[in-house]
């Protein structure tokens, strides 16, 4: 593995890009975050087609840090390869699918555009051993997610698929359906879809329904986090829930998760960042004189200030420094919002301390009256449902109401 680790490059501006462009071999890019997890996962099956296609360059992107060539290339989330072919675009993949990436890969070796084939012998078998140590992959075709997705439903009583986990949900949607599910004391199966991208995109025709989280009781889909946060604070999810699961609701859920060794849930509010939050970059010293109390201060005091909608960002409105905060302004005033914005580049407490008060790693990060809505794929997934700006005002709206 070693050997197929070395050949795949780095690259680090978009000026080291374009001399490995001028080399003249066809070129696969993958935009990578070191957060993500499905990357890692990705980057061990792109190694070894490295290694078997020498026709080829193979090259990673940091997608966070190398933020012009992620802009270039309109890369707005990771994993996610480009394809080129004398410095053109001829295709691009988005997503952990190791057999996609395999068709894709081989034929722009073999002289080819959109893959259509499977790959030679040799690559296609490597490759395939390379993606057996994805997990993220497993399962192949609807049919085999499907069957993941009925396996879950059938062994854990009460499931939340979400993005994060209980315990660190990764955006504020999902942590509000773990906060109602935790103060009425159920234990759940939580499955982060993020980790997943067959099963995050199976879900949602196998349920019919196009958003996360998502809850689901004895098999059957209960609804999103508005559904489940309104029957909270309605009674109706105990009533559920004593309906689904009988009058010790409580001890029947967890029972069925110790059985089946799930990981679960009883976690701390999701509100409330977790204990000792999430593992960030250590400050530099310029930013290590400022207590972090002091910086947990002047976040509280930006996160509930005149604005009730708040983007941390790289750059401004105006002059978005990445891909991702450009994409995110977009939306934003594409559907009319009025929102507040803060540069992190220019704050590096303010960089570091927001990823742990909030729990969430990168950047750009949207906020609804000090709670945390998600970053750019969330976004730009409501975007695309149609939900965004409705959603938010409706946050605005009911923090606003006592």
Known sequence: MA?????????????????AVARGKPIVLHFWASWCEPCKQMDTVMAQLAADLPAITCIRVEAEVVDDVTVQYDVTTVPYFVFLRDGKVVDRLEGADPPALTAKTTALARGGGDATTS??????????????????????????????????????PVVVFMKGSAEAPRCGFSGRVVEALNKLGVAFKNVDILQDEELRQGLKEYGNWPTYPQLYVKGELVGGCDIITEMAAG????????????????????????AAGGAAAAAAPASAPPAGGASAAAPPPAAAAESSESVRERIHSLLNGSQPVMLFMKGSPEAPRCGFSRRVVEALQAEGVEFGSFDILQDEAV????????????????????????????????????????????????????
């Not at 050997?3 to 000026?15: C, I, R």
């Not at 750019?376 to 005002?393: F, N, V, W, Y």
């Open 3 to 19: 050997t197929a680790e070395a050949a795949v490059g780095n690259v680090g501006s978009p000026q080291e890009l374009q001399a």
């Open 119 to 156: 790959a030679p012998a040799a690559a296609a078998g490597s490759a395939t051993a390379a993606a057996a140590a994805a997990p993220a992959a497993a399962g192949g075709g609807s049919g085999g997610v499907f069957g993941r997705i009925k396996f879950l439903l059938a062994t854990f």
């Open 235 to 258: 009674g109706d999810l105990e009533v559920l829930m004593r309906d689904k699961l009988g009058p010790e609701f409580r001890a029947a859920a967890a029972a069925a998760l110790a």
């Open 351 to 402: 960089r570091q301390g927001l990823k742990e008060y909030s729990n969430w790693p990168t950047y750009p990060q949207l906020y609804v009256r000090g709670e945390l809505v998600g970053g750019c794929d969330i976004i730009t997934e409501m975007k695309a449902a149609g939900e965004l700006g409705s959603t938010l005002r409706e946050m605005a709206h009911r923090m606003d109401v006592p």
